[in-house]
């Protein structure tokens, strides 16, 4: 398994920016799909956005298509999440997650996961 840790969360205005970072640890990084996921209060963690072994192929959530990009550095064992036009439904404890191989969407198929970073999206 990988070891996942979350940075970058805050509080930001409506319409402002982030950056996500996602540190993991291991030599078998590049061999994994990533994904951000997030859960907002009193909801359902919720599928946000994944990328492919290679950064060949990205999926997102409708709620975040056109604002948010995901992207992997593999060399630096990191995965991105870059929020723009941030929105108050946006707020949310963010997860990345990890799973070998194959592209997926749901919260069960990843098996390994960070602590999460906070973010809150003012209005």
């Known amino acids: 398994q990988v070891q996942l840790v979350e940075s970058g969360g805050g509080l930001v205005q409506a319409g402002g920016s982030l950056r996500l970072s996602c540190a993991a640890s291991?030599?078998?990084?590049?061999?994994?799909?990533m994904g951000w996921f997030r859960q907002g209060p009193g909801k359902e963690r919720e599928f946000v956005a994944t990328?492919?072994?290679?950064?060949?192929?990205?999926y997102y959530a409708d709620s975040v298509k056109g604002r948010f990009t995901i992207s992997r550095d593999n060399a630096r064992n990191t995965v991105y999440l870059e929020m723009n036009s941030l929105k108050p439904d946006d707020t949310a404890v963010y997860y990345c997650?990890?799973?070998?191989?194959?592209?997926?969407?749901?919260?069960?198929?990843?098996?390994?996961w960070g602590q999460g970073t906070r973010v809150t999206v003012s209005s």
């Open positions: 990328i492919s072994w290679n950064g060949g192929s990205t």
């Open positions: 291991g030599r078998t990084f590049s061999s994994y799909v």
């Open positions: 997650a990890a799973r070998p191989y194959t592209l997926a969407y749901r919260v069960a198929d990843f098996g390994s």
